[in-house]
């Protein structure tokens, strides 16, 4: 639109920039997040200016209340900044209605938190189809879930699966919609070593299979070495992104 507007630009530098776009997926502009008034006033955000990557596994990292979860809540547009601008593929969140963002959350971002959200009542299957039945473009359910390894396990209900498996779970219905983004705050936090690097091991092969930028919030170190880009986290801002040449298997790493 902007390039009608101005028509002052030539088609190549609109290619390029349409280029930088495609390769982007977040963007961020010195935002911002306070709660709070007077005495009880938190900066959970202190000015975060950065680029996210199409495609690539990225770690979040950093002590808890460092900002990390209020980021990912904000491009996930679950949240909104108290200044600054956040850009999803070149497009404002902010300028984005109520119905805007709905449709961007849904068609677009995969959320998996540390608590797996499934309905007890439902079967895997189930809990995954309640994605592909409101989405647009959806994989099966089957298809979801074989992706994380579940096909045998499909008929059963949480009660009977373990804590990794539901949160495999979890990740199957939040792909199901091949969205472009995976948003996972501590998705191992609450699972031993060998079931969280079966989880690490689902979120990589979503990653490298459909190319799905996948963003991860985690208080290990470790996870850290799997990572294409780690982003650390401190006091509301960014203080360090490091950039990983030759990331590490799964079943590399030390827990």
């Known amino acids: 639109m902007l390039k009608y507007k101005l028509?002052?630009?030539?088609?190549?530098?609109?290619?390029?920039?349409?280029?930088?776009?495609?390769?982007?997926?977040?963007?961020?502009?010195?935002?911002?997040k306070q709660y709070g008034v007077g005495d009880?006033?938190?900066?959970?955000?202190?000015?975060?200016?950065?680029?996210?990557?199409?495609g690539e596994l990225i770690v979040l990292l950093g002590p808890s209340g460092s900002g990390k979860s209020t980021f990912l809540n904000i491009i996930g547009g679950l949240d909104q900044p108290t200044s600054g601008d956040v850009h999803f593929k070149g497009d404002a969140l902010a300028d984005?209605?109520?119905?805007?963002?709905?449709?961007?959350?849904?068609?677009?971002?995969?959320?998996?938190?540390?608590?797996y959200n499934l309905v007890p009542s439902?079967?895997?299957l189930e809990n995954v189809e309640l994605i592909t039945d409101i989405a647009l473009d959806p994989m099966s359910a089957k298809e979801?879930?074989?992706a994380v390894n579940l096909t045998e396990r499909l008929n059963h209900f949480p009660s009977q699966l373990s804590g990794g498996e539901q949160q495999r779970v979890a990740i199957a219905r939040a792909i199901a919609k091949r969205p472009e983004v995976m948003l996972c705050d501590e998705?191992?936090?609450?699972?031993?070593?060998?079931?969280?690097?079966?989880?690490?091991?689902?979120?990589?092969?979503?990653n490298k299979t459909y190319g799905t930028t996948t963003i991860i919030i985690t208080h290990n170190v470790a996870i850290?070495?799997?990572?294409?880009?780690?982003?650390?986290?401190?006091?509301?801002?960014?203080?360090?992104?490091?950039?990983?040449?030759?990331?590490?298997?799964?079943?590399?790493?030390?827990?």
């Open 7 to 32: 028509g002052l630009c030539s088609d190549a530098f609109w290619q390029l920039a349409e280029n930088m776009n495609n390769n982007t997926v977040f963007k961020t502009d010195e935002i911002t």
């Open 40 to 54: 009880t006033l938190v900066h959970a955000l202190r000015g975060v200016t950065m680029e996210v990557p199409k």
């Open 96 to 115: 984005m209605t109520d119905k805007e963002l709905t449709y961007f959350r849904r068609e677009n971002v995969g959320f998996v938190f540390q608590s």
């Open 122 to 124: 439902l079967t895997a």
């Open 144 to 146: 979801a879930l074989d």
């Open 187 to 206: 998705p191992t936090g609450a699972l031993d070593s060998e079931t969280g690097i079966l989880v690490l091991q689902a979120l990589q092969n979503v």
């Open 224 to 255: 850290a070495d799997v990572a294409d880009r780690v982003i650390y986290f401190a006091d509301g801002k960014v203080s360090n992104v490091v950039v990983n040449e030759n990331p590490k298997p799964i079943n590399e790493i030390g827990w």
